[in-house]
Structure formats: structure tokens, C-alpha cells
């Protein structure tokens, strides 16, 4: 950060100066980030584009901002690794024949199903859906539709499914300004081609199974978008997060400030810690010592010069830490007997910066973002901060269970098209997707102090 020497100065006496400047270098446009009133539809190639956001580049911005914080991106991260669990596995259902509830689950290794599972890399794949849904609120999966062979019989069915990154992906409105197509493409900032832009049918997800029956009866539309979104008031196109309600509150600017402003602390008031004083003596006794003449010049300044540098080096560096210079003093007598006069004198530079300034409004921030991201900071592993806390391992515990409770509507959310697919391919509706949980609990109930469940059962 390049502040310059008369900011820097003005900033000795007054610290919030810098704090401002701190904020202008790392460009906090976090108020104006959301600001999307009267937004209209972009044309573009023969299509009309629903922006999302003002310069219809926010998922952009928005990963931008996540990598300047570290606190936000692992938030990020850590909410869609609770949800994904231990990962899916393809099972078949077994129920009770008179109650027609769920006994047992028996994992699927092989037939039509499972080949069709291994192929598509499901377990890959949703972490890609909830890493989109964690990040940005809304995941993009394409159906591809294809022949398949059924009792020696051709037919067409959903022969895989692929995941269409968030940032990339924007909806196609019709005329209406109703969603109609998925538009794929890396280069909306850069005017992109008719080619460069990946056109796919988007599904109506409240009646997918009889909509994507429909298209395929008529031949139509073999690459189908469905899509995925948590619910979010008041947005027509595009959900939104809660948590990028801290990039609203400033609460992200004055985080993303503090490293600044501490980086700016350490380079420009702590650049000199000692002053030393030296005697005129004490080079007169060195030159005796060493022979050199008083029109010696070149020689009296080789002296003074590696005089200095052997004092800097011993008075600085952790390497020197508790080490000691030692000098002469020389005795001056006078009227009322003899005085000590020092050769050398070393002072340090008194400072008032201990290295722990600006600490607790970082871990308020930390806090607080953490709590709008729903992530209590001690399943993380650390809490930042000076007055951190360690809970007990059974509070943890307990806490996380409540987190993988709160985390299942995002497994859901990410498993939405397995129903449809298995219709559509006429698979037994007892093949399921689960996804297994990681329970961990005490010693005297699992020996490793983990138990595993299968959760999330999508009928």
C-alpha cells in the first residue's frame, strides 16, 4: 500500500485518516455492489439477457470479495462440506410390507441405475451444486436427454447430468421478461459471440417429470436446465444468500480494512527503534588505537562507518534479542571531585504500538460475519481474536449436530433432480441417493467416537 509521506504523517496524529485510506486502496464498493433498481434486460446475440447484478457481473464480484477474506471463504466452504457429509451413496429403500416405512437402506453396486450414477460422477457433482448454492445461491445443472435401450426396445431417456458453473450462468427472458432459456457462457464482460453462448431449456421444477415428457415426446430439447435455488423474497431471477448482507451492514469493509491498516501501523511507526549517541572520544581513542592520522579522512571514515554498522547490527534483529553493547565511560575530574562521562549511549525509541491494536474489532467483525454465514466459529477450529474461548468437546459436539440439522434443506436442494431422473428413466422408485452423516459421539458408545447415518431420502 503506497500511502504517501505527507498521509503518512498527518496520519501520526491522527489514525482514523489512515483507516479511510486503507479503505479507498482496497476499493470497498460493497454499498453500491446491490444497488439494482430499474435493472432492464440486457440484448445480447439474439437474446435477452437477465442481468444479475448492475454490470451483470455480481457472482464475479462477489468471488472477488470472498478471496480478499479468509473468514468468508472458509464460512463458504465449510457450509456445503457439512451439507455434503460423508457423500452420496446410490441405495435401494427396503420398507416394511405392512407399514410401508422405511426399515434399512441396501447399498446399489450394480445394474442400469448404478452405471448410469458411476458415470455421471455424482459424488462430484454435488459438490459442485452445493459449493454454486453455498457461494451464490443458485446451481445450474443440465438433463441431457439421449436414446437408450429398454427391453430390446430404443427409447429416450435422461442419459446424463452436468453442472454449469454459477458464475458463468445467467437466464434467457422472453419477451414477457419470463425465464425461458439457460444461457452458459465465460465472456459476458467481453461481448461474446453467438457461439460462445451455450443456449439450453430451462424446466419448469414445479412439474419437471411432466415437462420434460412433454419435450422429449416432441423431439425437442435434448440439453435441459434444472433449476436450483434456496428461496429467496423479493428476487425474480436470481437468489441471493442472506449472509451477503455483510457486504450491505459494512461489516466485510471494516474486516477486510483492519490487515490494511495493521500492515500500514507496522511500516511506518516502527522504522526506527534506537538512537545512539557516540563521544567524540571515543573515535579519538580508536584512531590512536589504529594508527590514523588526523588528514587521514579515508581512513577516519572507513572507521566511523564500521563503527556504525557493528552497532546497528548488534542493537537490531531477533538473532541479537538480550544481547548487550558494551562502552566505555571516562572520568572527568572536577571542583567537587570526578565525574562519569559516557562514550556511547543507546536509547530506545519509545512507541506506544504493542501489536495487538485494532485485535478486538477483528474478532468482532470475525464474529459477526461468522454468525451471519450461520457457522459458529468454534467448528472451524480457532476463534481470531486475543479473548478467544475454547467450548468443551461435548458443547462442540452439540453444536454441530444442530449445524448438520440446519444443513439438510441444502442436501436437499442438491438431490431435487434425482426423483425426476429416475422417473423419466423408469428405474424402481426405491432407488435412492442418500447422503451419509458423520455423527460423532462419546467413546463408551463408538470406539473411534464416530457413528455414520443415511439421511436425506428424496420422496
Known amino acids: 500500500m503506497n500511502i504517501p509521506e505527507e498521509e503518512m504523517v498527518s496520519w501520526v496524529g491522527d489514525k482514523i485518516a489512515l483507516y479511510k485510506t486503507a479503505c479507498v486502496v482496497l476499493g470497498n464498493d460493497t454499498l453500491t455492489l446491490f444497488d439494482e433498481k430499474d435493472l432492464q434486460p440486457i440484448p445480447m446475440q439474439g437474446f435477452r439477457v437477465a442481468p444479475w447484478g448492475v454490470d451483470n457481473a455480481l457472482p464475479q464480484r ?57 458415470r455421471n460422477n455424482v459424488p462430484l457433482l454435488l459438490q459442485e451444486i452445493m459449493t454454486d448454492l453455498s457461494y451464490f445461491g443458485n446451481a445450474f445443472p443440465l438433463l441431457i436427454a439421449g436414446p437408450k435401450e429398454e427391453g430390446g426396445k430404443k427409447r429416450v431417456g435422461i442419459r446424463s ?70 428461496t429467496s423474497p423479493g428476487r425474480p431471477y436470481y437468489s441471493y444468500p442472506n449472509w451477503w448482507s455483510i457486504f450491505r451492514s459494512g461489516w466485510y469493509d471494516q474486516l477486510t480494512s483492519i490487515p490494511a491498516l495493521k500492515k500500514a501501523i507496522l511500516k511506518h511507526n516502527l522504522g526506527v527503534r534506537h538512537i545512539i549517541y557516540i563521544a567524540d572520544e571515543y573515535f579519538k581513542e580508536k584512531e590512536e588505537l589504529l594508527k590514523i592520522g588526523k588528514d587521514d579522512h579515508k581512513g577516519r571514515k572507513e572507521l566511523y562507518d564500521e563503527v556504525v554498522k557493528q552497532l546497528c547490527e548488534q542493537v537490531t534483529g531477533e538473532e541479537n534479542a538480550g544481547k548487550a553493547v558494551v562502552s566505555k565511560m571516562k572520568m572527568i575530574p572536577n571542583g567537587n571531585g570526578a565525574s562519569f562521562e559516557k562514550l556511547m549511549t543507546v536509547d530506545t525509541i519509545k512507541n506506544d504500538i504493542s501489536g495487538g491494536e485494532y485485535l478486538t474489532d477483528y474478532e468482532t467483525g470475525a464474529n459477526i460475519i461468522s454468525y451471519a454465514m450461520d457457522v459458529h466459529p468454534s467448528l472451524i477450529g480457532a476463534t481470531p481474536g486475543k479473548n478467544s474461548n475454547s467450548l468443551s468437546g461435548s458443547n462442540i459436539r452439540e453444536i454441530f449436530i444442530m449445524k448438520q440439522s440446519l444443513s439438510k434443506p441444502m442436501a436437499y436442494l442438491a438431490l431435487q433432480w434425482w426423483p425426476v431422473v429416475r422417473t423419466i428413466n423408469g428405474w424402481d422408485r426405491n432407488l435412492e441417493i442418500v447422503i451419509q452423516d458423520s455423527l460423532f459421539t462419546t467413546l463408551d458408545q463408538s470406539k473411534s467416537g464416530e457413528v455414520k447415518t443415511a439421511n436425506n431420502v428424496t420422496q
Open 161 to 230: 447430468i452436468v453442472h454449469r458453473e454459477a458464475m458463468f450462468s445467467r437466464w434467457g427472458l422472453t419477451k414477457k421478461d419470463l425465464i425461458s432459456r439457460h444461457l452458459y457462457c465465460a465472456k459476458w464482460d467481453d461481448s461474446p459471440t453467438k457461439e460462445e453462448i451455450q443456449d439450453s431449456y430451462v424446466i419448469d421444477e414445479y412439474n419437471a417429470v411432466a415437462d420434460i415428457s412433454n419435450r422429449l415426446l416432441l423431439g425437442k430439447d435434448t440439453r435441459m436446465c434444472f433449476p436450483i435455488y434456496i
Open 62 to 118: 462477489v468471488m472477488a470479495k470472498i478471496d480478499a477474506a479468509e473468514i468468508v471463504g472458509t464460512n463458504a466452504n465449510f457450509n456445503w462440506k457439512v451439507a455434503y457429509g460423508l457423500g452420496p451413496k446410490l441405495v435401494e429403500v427396503i420398507r416394511d410390507p405392512e407399514t410401508n416405512r422405511v426399515k434399512d437402506f441396501k447399498e446399489v453396486i450394480e445394474g442400469e441405475a448404478y452405471d448410469w450414477y458411476m
